[in-house]
């Protein structure tokens, strides 16, 4: 399975954080026959678009209506990308998240193996709830597993329903962690603490984190594993043209940082000391809340990807000084 500039593709979600930078990245490879399909609304994620090469534009109402009427219409793709979701962990509409997350994955992904398509999806790592089962995309029993949220849960559903009816075998889910980047401003508050802390120092000069609701953890020292987005969309296109790739995938970095780390890079990047002030978690965040999340990424490894990753320093030096200083897109390095 290999990547041309012949390649016909699908990218859902292509306008978004994860689903631009992959567009981006498949255009650096030569790839410009790529039908984008998303929902721009009114944020500003339109502006993803602007320095990205691709063939078409669909709307994703308009794709999903095509797909469930007419499953040849839009003709054979050799890659279906769909990163579209509704990623907020805070979404308390579930009817919303069930059509959206659950339902259109099926369908998309019944229709991309019936033409043939290479099927990759984004299931997401706040399947693993709390962590207390561990971290680990080789666990068989799906259902012992307890995501906090319903954004979770609405990507915890797929993925038993891929396992249940033999889906698995022939597609890929990609777990993805904490991923953070360019790209991703128009996420609101499920932007990265990279892009909010910038915000708040270039504004205040300071850092706000939460404290710890737990004295296992110090205030500050809850961990996370950090990916940054060339990494995450390297790591998808390689499980993508990796044949006997199938089933779930961990994408992080293999490494857990704390907070205090990561904010302690950006303001390394700023050339600023670090001046930080811990505030109290809100109680609607609390019973949801991770304080320990690291990929194990052995399954990864052993699938053929050897690539080495950027360490936090310079994934957050990349970040602040090649983007986020000069409000630069993913693309914008050629301009």
């Known amino acids: 399975m ?39 609304c009114s944020d500003e994620k339109w ?3 602007v320095p990205l090469k691709f063939h078409d534009y ?8 095509t797909v469930r009427t007419s499953e040849t219409s839009l003709g054979r793709f050799d890659y279906v990308f769909h990163l579209g979701a509704c990623s ?30 290479r099927f990759v999806y984004a299931s997401s790592a706040a399947t693993y709830g709390d962590g207390s089962l561990g971290m680990d995309d080789t666990l068989k029993d799906l259902h012992r597993l307890r995501p906090l949220n319903m954004y979770g849960y609405s990507k915890h559903l797929f993925d038993l329903h891929a396992q249940r009816t033999g889906l698995d075998q022939h597609i890929v889910g990609l777990k993805y962690f ?13 932007r990265s603490v990279v892009h909010k802390a910038y915000g708040q120092i270039c504004q205040t000069g300071r850092v706000q984190l939460f404290k710890s609701d737990r004295p296992d953890y110090k205030d500050g020292e809850q ?51 670090p001046v930080i002030d811990f505030v109290p978690m809100p109680e609607h965040l609390k019973a949801k809340y991770q304080y320990y999340t690291c990929a194990d990424i052995t399954r990864l490894r052993q699938s053929g990807f050897e690539e080495p990753l950027h360490t936090l320093t310079e994934a957050v030096r990349d970040y602040v000084q090649g983007y986020l200083m000069g409000d630069k897109r993913l693309g914008d390095e050629s301009a």
């Open 2 to 40: 290999r990547l041309t500039p012949e390649s016909r593709i699908l990218v859902t979600g292509g306008a978004g954080f994860i689903g631009s930078a992959l567009v981006w990245e498949l255009n650096r490879r030569g790839c410009e026959n790529i039908l984008i399909s998303d929902k721009l």
């Open 47 to 49: 502006r993803n678009l």
């Open 58 to 65: 669909m709307d994703g109402g308009d794709l999903e209506r």
């Open 88 to 117: 907020a962990t805070t979404e308390r509409d579930a009817d919303y998240l069930m059509r959206n997350n659950y339902e259109l994955t099926k369908v998309l992904a019944t229709w991309a193996l019936r033409g043939g398509s």
């Open 178 to 190: 904490n991923v953070y980047g360019p790209n991703e401003d128009h996420k609101a508050d499920m």
């Open 223 to 273: 961990m996370r594993d950090f990916l940054y987005v060339k990494d995450a969309v390297r790591m998808t296109l390689h499980l993508a043209c990796t044949a006997g790739a199938a089933g779930l995938f961990n994408l992080g970095s293999g490494q857990a940082h704390t907070w205090l780390q990561l904010v302690s890079a950006i303001f390394a990047a700023l050339n600023l000391e």
